[in-house]
Nanobody, 114 residues
Framework: QVQLVESGGALVQAGESLRLSCAAS?????MAWYRQAPGKQRELVAH???????NYADSVKGRFTISRDNAKNMVYLQMNSLKPEDTAVYYC???????????WGRGTQVTVSS
């Protein structure tokens, strides 16, 4: 059974940093972080492909960094200069290609106070 387990969410103040981690039960080519704020749709935050190519939502460019450790089947999201609008449940996502199954973790709550 495939599992994605997120950790690292917390309550922090604006301007602080957090590092989220996602442990996968097996390797995936594509790994990503999404977030969903109350009353809003889930949105892509950052994506990293197997070769290390990354892309980010415009709202987090320059503040967030996604990385992966392929040996450990881990993906990370370093979040700096956090803003109240970053408050959301952050979900780990993984798949092995455009026509493969998409897997989701249960999410981790990030709350940024002003």
């Amino acid at each position: 059974q495939v599992q994605l387990v997120e950790s690292g969410g917390a309550l922090v103040q604006a301007g602080e940093s957090l590092r989220l981690s996602c442990a996968a039960s097996r390797s995936f080519f594509n790994m990503a972080w999404y977030r969903q704020a109350p009353g809003k749709q889930r949105e892509l935050v950052a994506h990293i492909a197997g070769g290390g190519v990354t892309n980010y939502a415009d709202s987090v460019k320059g503040r967030f960094t996604i990385s992966r450790d392929n040996a450990k089947n881990m993906v990370y999201l370093q979040m700096n200069s956090l803003k109240p609008e970053d408050t959301a449940v952050y979900y780990c996502n993984a798949n092995s290609g455009p026509i493969s199954l998409n897997y989701w973790g249960r999410g981790t709550q990030v709350t940024v106070s002003s």
